[in-house]
């Protein structure tokens, strides 16, 4: 069989790796922006390609005619790909573009959930024209001054500011909402909530749901969560798939909102959302809201998911497809992972690694390293790219486990990169759990 596998990251080698190990034992055909290494070493055929050009990837699939497409990145999912793809009779993990607005419009999304009567939203507000004075209002008296602005459209993880860390007064909340109208017609502006975050990922056929493990990300580029936004600098999940600070109500609470989301994306558009439904949570002080959704395995989350997933990932996409998809038709290893992402020096501020050599340890069977922007030259040598070049995953019996086993395998990288040592540690955790637990006391 052949499947075709639509990449752009470490996500990318990450599903490759998974679908490699399936019994079925199926010829991988990838296509990604950049010679990807990982892909390279695992595909039949490996194209570059601009993921974006729906005209070529269809002449690609038509050729090597597989039995489904799985499409890792958002841009190509928001775009609706997947509607091009099925009208061939391709079938594809990931959404038709109807449906993956619950990623590529956050104004969707809001109002998906309160028509919908799903309880889980914070206090918003979406405006239309570029009414300064209203906006103005309502961040001081609406939103006292805590607020988030949302660009109402895919911008490549950075469309989202928040009040205190991108933005220091409400004249610069209100500034950029005019500017997220004026490129993208709305903006979404909402109650800045006080809590820990948590990523829960779940295959979705149709109303048929199944879980991953809860992950918590950290997008801060610098320890102690500090500097400007990345798209994901590491994650961690536990043994147990829940996370140490999650009480088993908030976890529980999670999968039912993925669950009411996915009838209500059926219900709203009239037909099954197939593919990855990754609900963006924060636990707060009276229980669990939603921060966002995408329509994707999320990065680095899938570097956390597949390693551990004792499923065979090709009979997974098949029940996806057909829509015999069970609640407990998807297992994982009891297993605590971390990831690390290692990095250009100067990312994210600047690119100035860019092409530089890289070179990795020989990998333990307790770890993973999975390729990004990352580039094989024809010599065999690693090019760094100018965003996240690798991510490492440590695989443990506990967290603290894992996250030494990451650890020691991202020190001995070598090259101008860096990567944060905190992501895992007792430290870090310990501090979740604090805040949370003064939150609710």
């Given at each position: 069989?052949?499947v075709?596998?639509?990449?752009?990251?470490?996500?990318?080698?990450?599903?490759?790796?998974a679908?490699?190990?399936?019994?079925s034992?199926?010829?991988?055909?990838?296509?990604?922006?950049?010679?990807?290494?990982?892909?390279?070493?695992?595909?039949?055929?490996?194209?570059?390609?601009?993921?974006?050009?729906?005209?070529?990837?269809?002449?690609?699939?038509?050729?090597?005619?597989?039995?489904?497409?799985?499409?890792?990145?958002?841009?190509?999912?928001g775009?609706?790909?997947?509607d091009?793809?099925?009208a061939?009779g391709?079938?594809?993990?990931?959404?038709?573009?109807?449906?993956?607005?619950?990623?590529?419009?956050?104004?969707?999304?809001?109002?998906?959930?309160?028509?919908?009567?799903?309880?889980?939203?914070?206090?918003?507000?979406?405006?239309?024209?570029?009414?300064?004075k209203?906006?103005?209002?309502?961040?001081?008296?609406e939103?006292?001054?805590?607020?988030?602005?949302?660009y109402?459209?895919?911008k490549?993880?950075?469309?989202?500011?928040?009040?205190g860390?991108?933005?220091?007064?409400?004249?610069?909340?209100?500034?950029?909402a005019?500017?997220?109208?004026?490129?993208?017609?709305?903006?979404?502006?909402?109650?800045?909530?006080?809590?820990?975050?948590?990523?829960?990922?779940?295959f979705?056929?149709?109303?048929?749901?199944?879980?991953c493990?809860?992950?918590?990300?950290?997008?801060?580029a610098y320890?102690?969560?500090?500097?400007p936004?990345t798209?994901g600098?590491?994650?961690?999940?536990d043994?147990?798939?829940?996370?140490?600070?999650?009480s088993?109500a908030d976890?529980?609470?999670?999968?039912?909102?993925?669950?009411?989301?996915?009838?209500a994306?059926?219900?709203?558009?009239?037909?099954?959302?197939?593919?990855?439904?990754?609900?963006?949570?924060?636990?707060?002080?009276?229980?669990?809201?939603?921060?966002?959704?995408?329509?994707r395995?999320?990065?680095?989350?899938?570097?956390?998911?597949?390693?551990?997933?004792?499923?065979?990932?090709?009979?997974?996409?098949?029940?996806?497809?057909?829509?015999?998809?069970?609640?407990?038709?998807?297992?994982?290893?009891?297993?605590?992972?971390?990831?690390?992402?290692?990095?250009?020096?100067?990312?994210?501020?600047n690119?100035?690694?860019?092409?530089?050599a890289?070179?990795?340890?020989?990998?333990?069977a307790?770890?993973?390293?999975?390729y990004?922007?990352i580039?094989?030259?024809?010599?065999?040598?690693?090019?760094?790219?100018?965003?996240?070049?690798?991510?490492?995953?440590?695989?443990?019996?506990?967290?603290?486990?894992?996250?030494?086993?990451?650890n020691?395998?991202c020190?001995?990288?070598s090259?101008?990169?860096?990567f944060?040592?905190?992501?895992?540690?007792a430290?870090?955790?310990?501090?979740r759990i604090?805040?949370?637990?003064?939150l609710?006391?």
């Open positions: 069989m052949n075709l596998l639509i990449a752009s990251s470490a996500r990318g080698h990450a599903i490759a790796e679908l490699h190990r399936s019994g034992r199926p010829k991988i055909f990838s296509v990604s922006p950049n010679r990807n290494p990982g892909l390279l070493a695992l595909s039949e055929e490996h194209i570059m390609m601009d993921i974006m050009d729906f005209d070529a990837v269809l002449a690609f699939a038509k050729r090597i005619a597989p039995e489904f497409a799985f499409i890792g990145p958002d841009d190509p999912i775009a609706g790909l997947a091009v793809l099925n061939a391709i079938p594809c993990i990931a959404p038709k573009k109807n449906l993956a607005r619950i990623e590529s419009s956050k104004g969707f999304t809001r109002e998906l959930l309160r028509t919908h009567g799903i309880d889980a939203s914070p206090k918003y507000h979406i405006f239309t024209s570029a009414l300064l209203e906006i103005k209002t309502y961040i001081e008296d939103l006292q001054g805590q607020y988030v602005v949302k109402d459209a895919l490549g993880g950075k469309g989202v500011k928040v009040s860390e991108h933005l220091s007064s409400v004249d610069e909340g209100v500034a950029y005019l500017e997220c109208i004026a490129e993208c017609g709305r903006v979404v502006l909402e109650e800045k909530l006080i809590g820990v975050e948590f990523s829960l990922i779940s979705v056929s149709g109303t048929r749901v199944a879980d493990p809860a992950i918590q990300d950290h997008k801060r320890a102690g969560d500090t500097g936004n798209g600098m590491g994650t961690y999940s043994a147990n798939h829940s996370l140490p600070f999650l088993q976890l529980g609470r999670a999968k039912e909102i993925n669950r009411a989301v996915a009838t994306l059926k219900q709203e558009c009239g037909e099954d959302y197939k593919g990855m439904l990754y609900g963006g949570f924060i636990a707060v002080r009276d229980g669990v809201r939603v921060i966002e959704y995408n329509a395995f999320g990065d680095p989350e899938a570097l956390n998911i597949l390693p551990i997933l004792q499923s065979d990932f090709v009979d997974v996409c098949r029940a996806v497809i057909s829509g015999e998809l069970a609640d407990d038709g998807v297992q994982f290893q009891s297993k605590a992972t971390v990831c690390k992402y290692i990095t250009p020096l100067g990312y994210p501020e690119k100035d690694q860019r092409g530089e890289v070179s990795f340890p020989a990998i333990p307790n770890a993973r390293l999975y990004g922007d580039e094989a030259a024809n010599d065999g040598s690693l090019l760094l790219g100018g965003s996240r070049a690798a991510g490492i995953v440590g695989i443990g019996s506990t967290i603290s486990e894992a996250e030494h086993i990451a020691t395998v020190a001995q990288v090259g101008p990169v860096r944060r040592e905190d992501i895992g540690t430290e870090l955790v310990n501090h604090t805040t949370l637990k003064q609710r006391d």
